[in-house]
């Protein structure tokens, strides 16, 4: 986190860069006794610390950058108090403007950041149609896909066959799995990734916890791959949430006839969807966009569109 940036500035330009500074939103707060010779200014925890300075140095083109509440109440107050406001290009999208404060700086006033790169997330119970969502949202907003690969997982049909045995094993895996992709975001512009680690400690982990299936040790280690997973420098920064009644997954589940689910219970599919519900109830590292795949087909190419129009992502 940046705290601080040091300005010089004139003795007797003091008062009026504190003026210019206030006028986008910062506050004079009290230095320590010991720097008591500068003054301090302060907004959202980012502070602007002005050094008096008989021959100031006024770097060009450095300047400041603040990300201001009101962009064009800002810039009609500046203006109104005779300061220098320069509209300047919307490099990505959002309004920016160039003032210049007393003694001389630069200083960007921005309605808002860069947007982070796409990281959207598709969550969602077995077979609800996440892994071709995926695939249809990587191709038409052209970023990368991260899919869950289920084959890959050596466990996996040995789970069904025997839950409490291979519950952890097979958990494990996809956790994991889920984990790496999710670091490999670092390094893609854009992507659309099939699960995330959060839904598999808070779903399924905790319901074969709560089935006796994994241990109070083993839901530990599922707990600290999830805080690793928070720990990511990119984290989603947009949640699709798929759903489906449970008769209707179980349908789906007929249709595609993988071997090892073909014993899987109603029961189950009602408990992921319950348990689901409580893990987007509580979501709130980014927003979430619900979906009824019942209700709406999203192999429909106008449906889908609609879907992301609404986040203006189409």
């Known amino acids: 986190m940046l705290h601080h940036v040091g300005i010089e500035v004139a003795p007797d330009d003091v008062e009026a860069a504190v003026g210019f500074f206030e006028l986008i939103g910062f506050a004079r707060v009290e230095p320590p006794p010991t720097l008591s010779e500068f003054t301090w200014l302060e907004r959202e925890g980012t502070q602007v610390h002005l050094m008096p300075e008989e ?3 006024v770097p060009s083109p450095g300047h400041l950058a603040v ?3 009101d962009f064009d109440a800002t810039v009609a107050r500046l203006r109104d108090a005779g300061f220098s406001v320069e509209a300047k290009r919307e490099h990505w999208g959002q309004p920016r403007a160039l003032a210049i404060a007393p003694g001389g700086h630069r200083v960007e006033l921005m309605a808002a950041p860069p947007a982070k790169p796409l990281f959207i997330a598709v969550t969602g119970n077995i077979a609800v149609g996440k ?5 249809r949202l990587a191709k038409l907003l052209g970023t990368d896909a991260l899919p869950e690969e289920v084959d890959k997982n050596p466990f996996f049909v040995r789970f069904y066959e025997a839950p409490s045995n291979w519950a952890f094993h097979s958990q494990l895996s996809f956790a994991t799995d889920s984990l790496q992709r999710q670091a490999e975001v670092e390094h893609s512009q854009a992507v659309v990734q099939d699960r995330t680690v959060y839904e598999a400690v808070a779903v399924f982990c905790r319901i074969l916890h709560r089935e006796g299936h994994l241990s109070d040790n083993e839901i530990v280690i599922f707990e600290r791959l999830r805080d690793i997973a928070l720990a990511l420098p990119r984290q989603p920064n947009l949640i699709i949430h798929l759903q489906a009644p449970a008769d209707v997954i179980m349908q789906r589940l007929a249709r595609r006839d993988r071997v090892a689910e073909r014993k899987i219970p109603i029961s189950y599919i009602e408990a992921l969807n319950t348990q689901y519900e409580l893990f987007i109830e509580a979501w709130d590292l980014c927003p979430v966009l619900e979906i009824d795949t019942h209700r709406y087909d ?5 449906i889908l569109d609609e879907r992301l129009h609404m986040l203006k992502l189409g």
């Open 55 to 57: 021959e100031p140095t």
């Open 67 to 69: 990300v201001v509440a």
């Open 131 to 135: 892994s071709s969502l995926v695939r």
């Open 298 to 302: 999203l192999r429909d190419p106008g």
